[in-house]
């Protein structure tokens, strides 16, 4: 199933191999903030891979990009804006916080609050009504026989 | 001459399932015996003639018959018999044959293991079971038919796509297809519940153990997919939330949750309606997933073909079997009474709970996996869901998954007392707290991720060794372990299946916090320095294998000058497919793997080399298969087996109602 990135290999066969060496900074805390930020970058032509595993031409030159804006002095937000600002926000592995991916966001908190609320009503009503009724015989008897297997 | 007759078997297969899914259907209504005994034979024999189809293609590919189609676009006379084999599900025709196959295998043993199923019963499940497989086998003769010959034979073929070529891909689709397919028994005792109306503790007991094979199966296929990611896709990650594998995750996260809602009807009584809607849905995620793969409608790396036909005609397949499945829920499900009734503290809540964070779990995997699909469709706006967002999206329901669980699982049932349920697990509880403050103290950087990880998993292992303890009753060490072999199965599984839970947590955990990374230029003959390991390039060889060639570098790792190993990470390239790969080495141990990868030639003579060294990385895996294990014992449970006295204690229970 994970028929893997072959087409993404089949595109853009070429001889690079992700982050290269020579691309890297000298300076480790700069190189470490360039490597988390390609992690969250998106390869514009690939099928969904980031642009520190990527091998394609693109990516190569988004990684310098990167190296270069983090010399240069940007914050990190500044760097990632700088490549939002010329691919969109496409190239972004993580929606922003705004406008409809608040619901994105939001879906699975939602969802679960939805869900307590459904348990939490249909739990107590069942429990109102079994106090008013209790187990029948007939229950009981079937209880015993089920326990028992 | 043999693959016509292959052919010819597939379309007789779609005639029986044509009659299998309806008189048998007419018969259970109309309570005509005859009718419904078309159900058995018509399951068993389906299953052949698909078998015998099956037969057919892997004959065409493993004597190479170019004048198929398929084996042209998929193989090669010098490639390894073993690929030859695994070629016939490479591809999606083939795979799709491969899915009737199972699916009509499990209706076959349906009919050989459910000898004591109610005839109605038996005849609806059957009858379902057929229609999926008409829509599936209709497809595959409309749209993807495995058996087209070509009226100029090639010499030769185009070969298996190289990364396929690996012997742990070659059984992961049988695998994740048994997981899938095995889903749809559980869908078809759904519906043939919401038919007749009734779904009492018999039911629930019929379900599980299909249940929980399927889940079993995903649970392998799942694993061996992470295991072969890891290995063969470049750097090492064992998980990339990519649009397919969420495709097989959300059926495994729903499974979950049917496999314990499952126990509670069967126990209690309860939870009915709920469990029939998960076993609609863990299927519907299933179709789900082959919609994903085949349709192309979503972008993926692992996407099989990108045919429009092909995608509206599985959306059609999926709409009918989830929307009817669905109508037939919204219609019926309030006859579904339950019967047992329990207080907010208890086993049952506790289970609520877990089917809770497990099925937003899997809906979260679903909204950002079609989030981008709506966003374009609906807001106009182009983005990207990847791995970062499911990381701090998904994570926090397993996070909560993971502390209620050794609670939730000792507490008793109806009525529980949450201070006297919790006070086993104290011990529990101080040790894990002190794992993750241990593990924060002697860590370097000083991030949440490998304590959190640690001390969960600590909790829910220890968690699940007390659960097993006391359920060995009271006395001395000696006369608990003398009860051990006495115990349910299913107990012993649970046991194994939760600590898997927590050894795969603490070991995803493990590895992503304290991975050490080395990426550099490397001449021949130099040596350097990885964590405390020196690493040494001794030389790069050109290596000729049966269908490819191969850049073979020899790296000598020693610690403290002793030598630990010596691997052979290679780049190869296959010339008929026109693809490099890049084969990683790896030197496998309990605490940790190195990870070697060689890469292209540099202009100053020497070569890009990446190496890792990864922490408890084979935990992860390990986790799994304990899980798998754990369903196994369960699945071999004393009360699945003896399904002959359960029918007989259940024919009186019946007459009593």
Same mark, same amino acid.
């Given at each position: 199933m994970m028929r893997g990135f072959i087409l993404a290999l089949v595109l853009v066969a070429s001889p690079a191999f992700a982050v290269q060496p020579d691309e890297m900074l000298t300076d480790p805390g700069l190189e470490a903030r360039a490597r988390a930020i390609s992690q969250n970058l998106r390869c514009p032509v690939c099928q969904g891979e980031d642009i520190d595993d990527s091998n394609a031409p693109i990516s190569r030159d988004l990684r310098i990009a990167v190296r270069e804006r983090l010399v240069a002095g940007d914050s990190d937000a500044q760097v990632v804006d700088y490549v939002v600002a010329r691919y969109g926000e496409f190239v972004l592995f993580k929606p922003r916080v705004e406008g409809s991916s608040w619901l994105l966001w939001l879906a699975g908190p939602l969802m679960l609050l939805a869900g307590v609320g459904i348990a939490v009503a249909t739990t107590r009503k069942r429990a109102v009504a079994a106090e008013a009724e209790g187990l029948s015989d007939a229950d009981k008897t079937r209880l015993a026989q089920l326990l028992e297997k | 001459m043999i693959i016509e007759f292959g052919h010819f078997t597939l379309v007789l297969a779609f005639m029986v399932a044509l009659v299998q899914s309806t008189l048998p259907l007419w018969g259970a209504y109309r309570r005509d015996a005859r009718l419904m005994a078309v159900a058995d034979p018509a399951a068993v024999v389906q299953f052949l003639l698909i078998g015998a189809s099956f037969a057919a293609l892997t004959y065409g590919f493993v004597t190479s018959d170019f004048s198929l189609k398929l084996v042209v676009e998929n193989s090669h006379t010098a490639k390894p018999l073993l690929y030859k084999f695994a070629g016939v599900w490479g591809n999606h025709e083939g795979s799709l044959l491969l899915w009737v196959l199972i699916l009509a295998a499990f209706g076959a043993c349906a009919v050989w293991f459910g000898g004591n199923l109610p005839e109605r019963l038996k005849a609806r499940v059957l009858a379902v079971q057929g229609s999926i497989g008409v829509a599936f086998m209709a497809f595959m003769l409309l749209t993807s038919n495995p058996f087209v010959r070509l009226e100029n034979p090639p010499m030769n073929g185009h070969d298996l796509n190289p990364l396929l070529q690996d012997p742990g891909l070659a059984f992961h689709p049988p695998f994740l297809y048994l997981g899938y397919v095995g889903l749809s028994m559980s869908f078809s005792f759904a519906i043939a519940a919401l038919l007749e109306g009734r779904v009492d503790a018999a039911w629930g007991r019929w379900v599980r153990p299909w249940t929980l094979a399927a889940w079993i199966f995903l649970t392998i296929g799942i694993a061996m997919g992470s295991w072969w990611a890891y290995y063969e896709l470049g750097w090492g990650g064992f998980w990339f939330w990519d649009p397919v594998e969420n495709a097989s995750f959300m059926p495994w996260l729903i499974s979950a949750a049917l496999l314990h809602s499952a126990i509670v009807v069967e126990k209690r009584e309860s939870l009915k309606a709920w469990t029939v809607l998960l076993a609609i849905l863990a299927f519907g995620f299933s179709l789900t997933g082959t919609f994903i793969v085949r349709s192309g409608v979503i972008t993926s790396v692992h996407a099989f073909a990108n045919d429009p036909a092909r995608g509206v005609f599985i959306l059609g397949i999926l709409g009918f079997f989830m929307g009817g499945a669905l109508l037939l829920f919204a219609f019926r499900a309030s006859v579904l009474e339950a019967k047992g009734v329990f207080a907010m503290v208890s086993r049952e809540t506790a289970l609520v709970a877990n089917n809770l964070l497990l099925a937003v779990s899997a809906f979260v995997v679903f909204t950002g996996t079609i989030w981008p699909l709506i966003a374009e469709l609906v807001f106009a706006r182009k983005l990207s869901v990847g791995p970062p967002f499911f990381d701090a999206a998904f994570t926090p329901f397993m996070v909560a998954l993971a502390i209620i669980l050794p609670v939730g699982a000792m507490l008793p049932w109806k009525r529980a007392e949450i201070r006297r349920a919790i006070r086993p697990l104290r011990g529990a509880l101080v040790l894990a707290l002190a794992v993750g403050l241990l593990v924060y103290a002697v860590?370097? &950087?000083?991030?949440?991720l490998g304590p959190v990880g640690a001390a969960l998993g600590a909790w829910v292992v220890m968690g699940a060794a007390i659960d097993l303890w006391q359920r060995l &009753?009271? &006395?001395s060490v000696g006369d608990r372990l003398s009860r051990l072999t006495r115990l349910p199965r299913a107990d012993l599984g649970k046991f194994f299946a939760h600590s898997g839970m927590g050894v795969t947590i603490f070991a995803v955990a493990a590895m992503t916090a304290w991975v050490t990374e080395d990426i550099r230029t490397v001449k021949i003959g130099e040596t350097f320095a990885l964590g405390s390991y020196d690493v040494t390039l001794a030389a790069v060889n050109k290596v000729e294998g049966p269908n490819y060639h191969s850049l073979m570098a020899d790296m000598i790792v020693r610690k403290g000058g002793v030598q630990v190993a010596s691997l052979h990470p290679e780049k190869r390239m296959y010339p008929v497919a026109g693809m490099p790969t890049t084969e990683a080495a790896i030197d496998q141990g309990v605490f940790r793997d190195l990870y070697l990868v060689v890469g292209d030639a540099q202009d100053d003579g020497g070569y890009a080399v990446r190496s890792y060294i990864k922490p408890f990385a084979n935990w992860i895996w390990g986790g799994a298969l304990l899980m798998a294990l754990g369903g196994i014992l369960s699945l071999t449970d004393r009360r699945f087996r003896v399904a002959a006295g359960a029918r007989r204690s259940e024919v009186v229970a019946v007459a009593a109602e």
């Open positions: - | 860590q370097t &950087g000083k991030s949440a &009753g009271r &006395g």
